[in-house]
Each structure stands twice: as C-alpha cells, then as structure tokens.
C-alpha cells in the first residue's frame, strides 16, 4: 500500500506516525520528511495526547491510516487534513 502511495502521488512529502518498529523499514525513503514515534501508551490521558499531537503537526493535503483501530482513527479525525482515507 506505501508504494502504491507513493507512485500515484511522486511530488507527496510524507510525515510517517507509527512505532518505531513500523515506521523504521520507511524512514529512509525518499519521500519521507518527518517520522513521528507514537508515545501516546505512556501518556495519561492517551486521548487527549493524540489530540495535542494531530494539532501541533499543522496541515496536511491528504492522511492515510492502515490501522482499524480506535487510536489511529482518533488521529485521523482530529488531524487537519483536506482528505481522510480509511484503508
């Protein structure tokens, strides 16, 4: 799916989220400008750290989530982004 990303949309510059197990084989491609290690399981409120995060990153084009899960879906609403998708 990153590769399909990243042939159909050649001038994207992609901030990856993600643990750092899964965002280390993708870190050095070309198109990655900025990874961010998901720390949200040490937060208190893990919520509310998602939320101070996606308003801190500024605007995106496009965000993408390969994940089904509550905490990914919750940085996908709260983050600034013209298009949403879901994979």
Do not use: C
């Amino acid at each position: 799916s990153f590769e399909n990303i990243t042939k159909t949309y050649t001038d994207a510059k992609i901030t990856l989220f993600g643990s750092f197990v899964s965002t280390e084989a993708l870190k050095k491609h070309p198109q990655i400008e900025r990874v961010i290690i998901d720390e949200s399981k040490k937060a208190r409120i893990r919520a509310l750290w998602i939320y101070n995060l996606a308003k801190s990153l500024g605007k995106f084009d496009m965000s993408f989530t390969f994940r089904q899960r509550f905490y990914p879906k919750l940085l996908q609403l709260f983050l600034n982004s013209k298009k949403k998708i879901y994979l």
